[in-house]
């Protein structure tokens, strides 16, 4: 596959070799190996279904012609390596909270035969992509200008909900490590009270990310059938969002709209919780497929519904993430200032 490169990355050189790269969602593992500051290149995605463990996933990527001829015979072995994950990092033992998957760091780092293994959470690390993301990585939506040295926002829907924020210091950025969206869901009218209702049919506590996720397309689908009378259909989020698209169902389109507007009602709370002037990023796998329906969507209308700080929203710009790998940028960063430190 084609390498993508980040130029703007601080520039060191790589005594200790290739390094890996990974970003491991609910749904999908994907490698890559930094061969030279910036440069990414042998990218695969594995589904996480079809492997026991991370540790079979990860080594069927380094073993794999992908990395073979990537890393060729004069790099040697790979020896250092950061993971991004779907999940909160606590200690040693990381259990993914979207998926089976189960393991300690230290006896990952072990078997895979790495001198250094992080492992950080997903939006974490996209969250320290930001500063590296170009004009061409992002898609802004609505107006909003970027106040320089104040605080940015993240959030993503996609097997779960991820948010995140950037807070500036003296020495550089902090990324938060955060688990937003587990917050529990605030609704803004009528028909989000009716959704929330019926999502408690099905949950004891209905999180943001209940609703703001994959199997929250679904869930809103299930609602908002039942709230207009008609069969809801076996429909999966894929589903949903296609016939959203095509224009072939309008009960689809209403939960595509839905989904949009609950979203930026969780983006403007993170911006007046954080302080984010800076403005908020949009990643994770659902909204970038959306294209320009997000764009015309009521999300940016409901992002600066805050009654007395309306004005205050308006001006805060928000983008989405339009760049395919933007954890890799994130996890870089963070592996070199790692080793650097070492």
Request: hydrophobic share 45%; glycine share 12%; net charge negative.
């Amino acid at each position: 596959m084609t390498a993508i490169s980040s130029p703007s990355l601080p520039i060191n050189d790589f005594p200790g070799g290739p390094r890996l790269l990974a970003d491991v969602g609910g749904t999908n593992a994907r490698f890559a190996l930094e061969t030279a500051p910036g440069q990414i290149v042998a990218i695969d995605v594995l589904p996480c279904v079809e492997y026991p463990t991370l540790a079979a996933a990860l080594l069927a990527y380094l073993g794999s012609p992908l990395v073979a001829k990537a890393v060729g015979t004069g790099q040697g072995r790979i020896r250092n390596g950061a993971i991004a994950i779907a999940n909160p990092v606590i200690g040693d033992m990381v259990r993914m909270t979207n998926h089976h998957w189960a393991f300690s760091i230290e006896a990952l780092r072990r078997e895979v035969g790495f001198d250094t293994l992080l492992v950080v959470n997903d939006f974490t690390a996209l969250a320290s992509a930001l500063p590296f993301l170009s004009f061409e990585q992002k898609r802004q939506v609505g107006d909003g200008v970027a106040v320089q040295g104040t605080p940015l926002g993240l959030i993503g829907a996609g097997t779960g909900l991820g948010v995140s924020g950037l807070i500036p210091g003296r020495d550089g950025w902090t990324a938060l490590l955060s688990e937003g969206g587990h917050v529990s869901f605030a609704p803004v009218n009528q028909t989000e009270v009716e959704i929330l209702q019926y999502a408690w049919t099905e949950f004891e506590h209905v999180s943001a990310e209940r609703l703001m996720s994959g199997a929250g397309i679904e869930l809103i689908y299930r609602a908002l059938a039942k709230m207009r009378g008609v069969a809801a259909e076996p429909l999966a989020a894929s589903d949903i969002s296609r016939r959203a698209l095509v224009g072939d169902c309008a009960l689809c389109d209403e939960v595509i709209e839905a989904f949009c507007c609950m979203l930026g009602t969780i983006a403007g709370n993170l911006v007046v919780t954080l302080g984010a002037q800076g403005g908020v990023y949009i990643g994770g796998g659902i909204v970038p497929k959306l294209g320009q329906r997000f764009d015309r969507s009521g999300f940016r209308a409901r992002f600066e519904y805050k009654g007395r700080f309306n004005q205050y929203l308006a001006q805060v710009p928000t983008w989405v993430i339009t760049a395919e790998y933007p954890a890799f940028v994130g996890v870089s960063a963070i592996l070199s200032e790692k080793l650097a430190s070492a």
